[in-house]
């Protein structure tokens, strides 16, 4: 199962804006509405593809928590 890739050019464009505000000692940034609603979507994919990944691992976590590990200690002859 291949993943696609996500499309981070709305985060690039925002820390590109920010960073100029900051140059320029600007006190705020303005996105238009379409700017606002690609960056709000890409957070919504990255945060949906973090959440799928997480399950997994929670998954995968516990199907290895029901393995029996054994353990046996002896005085061994080391010394």
Partial sequence: ????????????????????????????????????????????IVESRLHGELEKLVKESNSSANEVIEVNLDAGSGF
């Fill in 1 to 44: 199962m291949s993943i696609d890739p996500i499309n981070t050019i709305p985060f690039q464009q925002f820390i590109q804006q920010v960073k100029s505000a900051e140059a320029s000692r600007s006190k705020e940034v303005k996105l238009s509405l379409e700017q606002a609603k690609n960056l709000a979507f890409t957070i919504g």
